[in-house]
């Protein structure tokens, strides 16, 4: 009897034991039914993230009519890649080019527009031919252009010589050709017209009462035409500024007294000249000389008291319409302009052409100094320092320092001293190299 309970004890304790295994079990699987659940229905309860189905499997169980399935691998085909399809500016890749392959003394040259006397030192009183020291030394200084004044011509036939064979030489030497500039204003500064016997015209101011847009356009047309037979590829002209005080060095060379006229005429002007292609205008004398009394050619400082209100309504409206008729260059004058609060002459004053010219004016082109040999300058600074201030206040070029090594040096002592970068001097050579190919310089 004693044994029999015994043994039913035993039984009943090996039951309860697998009863506990069992439930045991249970509790597992139904943990792991439930931690499954959760990861189906929230991936962010797996310890492994579930990748998503690929691509293809997902458009495989589409349904698609069969007329209008699209085959990847045909539409690769057809379909050219982005890069063939973009346009490509043949000339910016020129200017990359050319630009790298040039060292920073050429860099620094493309800085610079002289006359043929100031290339060669002046070894020469007056050049009208381009013999073997020109050509040695736009050789040794590959400067932008080369701008030419009456006495440098002869006739007709000697001066498409000289310019043709200074531009040969500028191309093969450096493979960039050079600016050939002139002053063919029309009316009373006319080099070419004066001295060649090409079309002569009216006073400025002429065309500027009768007001017709046309007749400045066909008279444009016809300088450009006269200047580029001869191998001008640049004109300073037009004037643009207006004459708001009869005192002014420019008299009957301005347009009008009415910014709106002027503008008209500017804009007309603009247009002719660079119809052709083959000449580019240039708006002068940013901003605005009208308002003068004096002349910066002899006078040691010029100061304009205009605010930049009275700036904006009547000098500034020329220039504007030339920039929109798509003015190439843009010359900036010696006069101080009170409201600019620097006291420097414009062409030295970061406001007037980074501020005014630039970011007011939306202006994008060239932008070059007044000839820089004049009273307003040397009496002031030395050749290296002016040049200098001029390309740290954002201009392009320096038309005709005094002296053109000192200018030359100074800005490339800047450089290799750490005061002027030669990413400053790059933005300027690419902007006139720019230019250039589009002129067939490059």
């Known amino acids: 009897m004693g044994k029999s309970k015994s043994k039913k004890k035993k039984k009943q304790t ?3 034991i697998i009863f506990l295994i069992l439930l045991l079990i249970s509790a597992g699987l139904i943990m792991a039914m439930i931690s499954l659940y959760q990861q189906r229905k929230n991936p962010s309860f797996a310890e492994t993230p579930i990748p998503p189905p690929p691509q293809q499997e997902t458009i495989a169980t589409v349904p698609v009519d069969p007329s209008e399935t699209i085959i990847l691998e045909d539409a690769a085909e057809t379909m050219p890649a982005v890069a063939d399809t973009a346009p490509v500016d043949e000339s910016a890749s020129l200017v990359d080019q050319t630009m790298q392959n ?10 610079f527009i002289v006359t043929p006397e100031m290339l060669v030192n002046n070894a020469v009183s007056t050049v009208v031919q381009t013999g073997d020291m020109s050509k040695q030394a736009i050789q040794e200084k590959p400067v932008s252009g080369l701008v030419y004044f009456s006495q440098n011509f002869e006739s007709a036939d000697q001066t498409k010589e000289m310019i043709s064979a200074i531009q040969d030489c500028a191309k093969e030497q ?21 001295t060649l016997g090409t079309t002569a015209y009216e006073p400025m101011a002429a065309f500027g009462e ?12 016809d300088i450009a035409a006269d200047i580029s ?16 005080n009869p005192e002014n060095e420019l008299q009957d060379r301005i347009f009008s007294d009415d910014p709106l ?16 292609g083959q000449v580019c205008a240039t708006l002068k004398h940013f901003p605005g000389l009208g ?13 304009i008291n205009r605010t930049l209100e009275e700036l904006q309504s009547a000098e500034f409206p020329p220039f504007q319409s030339g920039i929109q008729a798509g003015a190439e260059w843009v010359m900036v004058g010696h006069q101080v302009m009170s409201c600019a609060g620097d006291n420097l002459p414009s062409d030295l004053s970061e406001t007037v052409i980074n501020g005014w010219l630039r970011q007011n004016l939306g202006f994008t082109g060239i932008v070059i100094t007044d000839a820089q040999y004049m009273h307003t300058i040397t009496d002031n600074y030395s050749s290296g320092e002016a040049a ?6 954002g201009a392009d070029i320096v038309l005709m320092p005094a002296n053109l090594d000192e200018a030359f040096q100074s800005i490339k002592s800047a450089v290799e001293d750490g005061s002027l970068s030669e990413e400053r001097i790059d933005e300027s050579v690419r902007r006139i190299l720019t230019v250039k190919a589009k002129h067939n310089l490059l």
């Open 14 to 16: 090996t039951e309860l």
């Open 102 to 111: 040039m060292t920073l003394d050429q860099k620094i040259y493309q800085l």
């Open 174 to 194: 450096n493979s960039i050709g050079l600016w050939i500039a002139v002053d063919e204003e029309g009316g009373s500064v006319a080099r070419v017209a004066d």
């Open 210 to 221: 009768r007001h017709e847009k046309t007749e400045v356009f066909d008279m444009a047309s």
């Open 229 to 244: 037979e001869l191998g001008f590829n640049l004109d300073f002209a037009p004037v643009a500024d207006v004459n708001l």
């Open 261 to 276: 006229v002027v503008a008209d005429m500017v804009s007309a002007m603009v247009q002719g000249l660079q119809n052709s």
């Open 291 to 303: 308002a003068e009394s004096g002349n910066t050619h002899d006078d040691s400082v010029i100061t």
């Open 388 to 393: 200098l201030r001029s390309i740290q206040a």
